[in-house]
């Protein structure tokens, strides 16, 4: 292992440049004294602070600045090195976890009211309630975790209650504390029903473990939920709700109509980081139910797409990266809708909030989708060929990309050996579930029915409508609504 590659390198890497300068400070304190000094360590580290990418960087070339008259190839200043570098380590661990305390009010104020109880300060407990719940209020959602932090503030409530024999606020803050516990454990079963769904489909998980379906056959939820119906949290009840029974319904459009006008008259009262989960769910609901060719959801797609970029809810906060597959799915859908002009806008001023190791291919890529939709086809295949094809996804999004240009420049050789390599590499693909699989393949079988028929006479039009008529009744074929556009043009 590379010395860049150590723990205590890729902890220190994370701090940004204001949290090493706290970390200085933090270090020399006395409260923090470590049998070791670790600071000629830390002072060295800092100058590699952030790429840490130096050739300079060794254990060798370090150890050698701090104890210039001692040899490292003796075992004994090996173990000092790595003494010292396990206690700087040490503090890093420290850092990270009181910075995180003191910058986490919430936290901060439940773990400081435990102490009064605990302590037995009591008759100071109330002179903190009211700010701790104050805080509680204005966080920002992390979409059901405020739910738990009031239980637990709900709980602390119960025991000072209790201490100071005030029974009816003992009984009203019990009470509180089962429908904020109850509220979150049915959002969060809800959110895993889905999640477990989607990730069986899409990465060919499967759990052995029965118990949250089990949970919810078990359940009268609709019954569940009416008891809910005079709490603030009523909404997000709902809306998960509704989102779970729709992937789990033969088409759902109802249900998923239902959850987006919820969440829509709702949007404005959001936090960013509820807006970011909702508006996924819908997403991938929605891409979910257009796969299994339901085309009414087919048509909610790229208007969320564009939402989402409108309320820049892809992304938690401003400093986060945009997720790849945001990114992938927004210019894919803009290609089907013909949106080209916006991919093209979407590129100029959303890849540079990709991580930057993706960014070239997903600029190529986008400019080769733009460049498709534009009839610039050799343009296209000049962008594709400036490619690195080293993501799952990517890798067969612009195989189907080509084939469709090849398809345009009448280059039936060239598709045929990348239909080849195409079915050869979803043979071996360990990681796409089989329906995803066949999804691809059937896609491929009707590519080259409909391109090898592509010349019928006038008298075999009979022949297009049999291709189109099997076409509609294959309830699993990727990019259905493109191969009709190619039916139409035998």
């Known amino acids: 292992m590379q010395y860049n590659e150590t723990k205590l390198i890729v902890f220190f890497q994370s701090l940004s440049v204001s949290e090493l300068n706290e970390f200085e400070k933090f270090i020399i304190s006395p409260f923090f004294k470590q049998s070791r000094d670790p600071l000629p360590l830390y002072k060295i580290l800092k100058r590699f ?8 960087l060794t254990e060798e070339n370090i150890f050698a600045e701090i104890y210039p008259d001692l040899n490292f190839s003796d075992k004994k200043s090996r173990d000092l090195f790595r003494t010292i570098s396990s206690a700087l380590l ?15 009010k919430v936290l901060r104020n439940k773990t400081f009211m435990k102490e009064l109880l605990d302590r037995d300060l009591t008759k100071y407990y109330k002179q903190y309630l009211q700010s701790a719940s104050d805080e509680l209020d204005s966080k920002d959602s992390d979409y059901g975790e405020d739910i738990l932090e009031r239980f637990h503030l709900e709980k602390l409530n119960v025991r000072y209650y209790s201490h100071i024999l005030d029974f009816e606020n003992l009984f009203k803050y019990s009470e509180k504390s089962v429908e904020s516990i109850s509220t979150y454990f049915l959002i969060d079963l809800f959110r895993t029903a889905k999640s477990k769904f989607l990730g069986g489909f899409g990465r060919n998980i499967n759990s052995v473990n029965n118990t949250v379906s089990n949970l919810l056959k078990s359940l009268n939820m609709e019954m569940v939920l009416k008891n809910f119906e ?58 979910f139910k257009n796969n299994y060719r339901l085309p009414e959801f087919h048509n909610e797609i790229f208007p969320i797409i564009k939402s989402i970029v409108e309320d820049r809810s892809y992304k938690i906060s401003d400093s986060d990266f945009m997720q790849l597959d945001f990114y992938r799915n927004a210019v894919l859908y803009a290609n089907v809708s013909k949106e080209y002009l916006w991919i093209e806008e979407f590129e100029k001023n959303h890849s540079r909030e990709l991580i930057p190791e993706f960014r070239d291919n997903m600029k190529y890529y986008t400019l080769a989708l733009f460049n498709y939709g534009l009839g610039n086809y050799e343009i296209s295949l000049e962008n594709i060929s400036k490619l690195k094809f080293d993501l799952k996804h990517f890798k ?29 590499y979803l043979n071996n693909a360990k990681e796409l579930p089989p329906p995803v699989k ?53």
């Open 49 to 56: 602070h952030p790429e840490f990418t130096s050739e300079k």
């Open 90 to 104: 040490k503090v890093v661990e420290e850092f990270i976890y009181f910075s995180k305390i003191k910058e986490d």
């Open 230 to 287: 005079n709490t603030p949290h009523y909404f997000k009840l709902n809306f998960n709700y509704y989102t779970y029974k729709c992937l789990f319904d033969e088409n759902g459009f109802a249900l998923f109509e239902k959850a987006k006008n919820l969440f829509f008259e709702k949007k404005s009262t959001l936090s960013r980081y509820d807006k970011c989960s909702y508006y996924a769910d819908l997403l991938n609901i929605a891409i």
């Open 396 to 424: 067969i999004d612009v195989k189907i990309l080509m084939l469709k240009i090849y398809h345009k420049l009448n280059l039936p050789e060239q598709a045929h050996s990348l239909i080849d390599t195409f079915k050869h």
């Open 438 to 490: 066949d999804r691809y393949n059937n896609f491929l079988n009707y590519y080259l029915l409909i391109t090898r028929n592509n010349n019928i006479k006038d008298k075999d039009k009979n022949e297009k409508e049999i291709i189109r008529k099997q076409l509609k009744n294959d309830k699993n074929v990727y990019l259905n609504s493109w191969l009709n556009e190619l039916i139409d043009e035998m």
